[in-house]
Antibody, heavy 121, light 113 residues
């Protein structure tokens, strides 16, 4: 079955860096675009970034552009989010999610449970 | 960026009654190439990731009960739960996937009256 498992979250000081990972299994990872979506404690969902199936195209929310970098290693079935210059407003649970666009385009059909990033001094 | 606005922010409905949630986009999300609205609805329960309910504004995802339905086109969309069940208590989000950034509505919290 499709599984997405995030890791790498934790407590980090403002201005520091953190790298999140998302390990995928149960599907052909290299055939799907993958997204990062975050949710601050008690708040709504915020789309963060997306990467095409082959890594050639990347998209970012304005709130993270220039600070975060999305990447993937299809040989390892793993997605990454490098987060630099972290701010308090980046505190959130970060989910990775698969974008399905075959015959139907369903957008994000499978999600991981998420990993919590807390930016605090 | 396309702004997504849901209404109401919260809703209390009696068991067995109809629940209706609205979502408005600041510009059309109708894709001319396939004549489909790139609008999805998710359900999120506490401590869980979002679950896809409806895509292309009105197509129910496999396994989703038929009491959930989506409608609308262009900029105005509706999620309807025809007969509310206790397990439907959750926060519901719409999201457009017409253009990046793929923005979400602010969410609608659905409770039992």
């Amino acid at each position: 079955q499709v599984q997405l498992v995030e890791s790498g979250g934790g407590v980090v000081q403002p201005g520091r860096s953190l790298r999140l990972s998302c390990a995928a299994s149960g599907f052909s990872f290299s055939s799907f675009a993958i997204h990062w979506v975050r949710q601050a404690p008690g708040k709504g969902l915020e789309w963060v970034a997306a990467i095409s199936y082959d890594g050639s195209s990347k998209y970012y929310a304005d709130s993270v552009k220039g600070r975060f970098t999305i990447s993937r290693d299809n040989s390892k079935n793993t997605l990454y989010l490098q987060m630099n210059s972290l701010r308090g407003e980046d505190t959130a649970v970060y989910h990775c999610a698969r974008e399905y666009c075959g015959g139907d385009c369903k957008n994000l059909d499978y999600w991981g449970q998420g990993t919590l990033v807390t930016v605090s001094s | 960026d396309i702004v997504m606005t849901q209404s109401p922010d919260s809703l209390a409905v009696s068991l067995g009654e109809r629940a209706t949630i609205n979502c408005k986009s600041s510009q059309s999300v109708l894709y001319s190439s396939n004549n489909e609205n790139h609008l999805v609805w998710y359900q999120q329960k506490p401590g869980q990731p979002p679950k896809l309910l409806i895509y292309w504004a009105s197509t129910r995802e496999s396994g989703v009960p038929d009491r959930f339905s989506g409608s609308g086109s262009g900029t105005d969309f509706t999620l309807t739960i025809s007969s509310l069940q206790a397990e439907d208590v959750a926060v519901y989000y719409c999201q457009q996937y017409y253009s990046t950034p793929y923005t979400f509505g602010q969410g609608t919290k659905l409770e039992i009256k």
